[in-house]
């Protein structure tokens, strides 16, 4: 299993950033391909961003130009930086490998118009 920790959500209003942080308690290089996913209220949880081992990214549409996905395998940590938010952003956003197989806590990410 896969053991990982969000962190750095929190209230922001339009326009502005947020950067958050996912730790795992294995090596991320040895699980390959991480990603960010993100689930609104009474909505799907869906894929916002992944990244492979050699650090290849990949964003949904509604997120490009806007986020960017980065990895640290040095500190098994993965990164999400979100510019130029927006209220439709707001979800609780998770970590996970790529295809998931478990999923950390989540962190609330809360942006007002």
Known sequence: QV???????????AG??????????????VIGAMAWYRQA???ERDLVALITRN???NYTDSVKG????SRDNTKNTVYLQMNSLKPE???VYYCADYPPHS?????QVTVSS
């Open 41 to 43: 209220p009474r909505k």
């Open 55 to 57: 650090s290849i990214t």
């Open 16 to 29: 502005k950033s947020l950067s958050l942080s996912c730790a795992s308690f294995r090596s991320i290089f």
């Open 66 to 69: 806007r986020f960017t996905i």
């Open 3 to 13: 053991q990982l920790v969000e962190s750095g959500g929190g209230l922001v209003q």
């Open 89 to 91: 952003d707001t979800a």
């Open 103 to 107: 999923w950390g806590q989540g962190t």
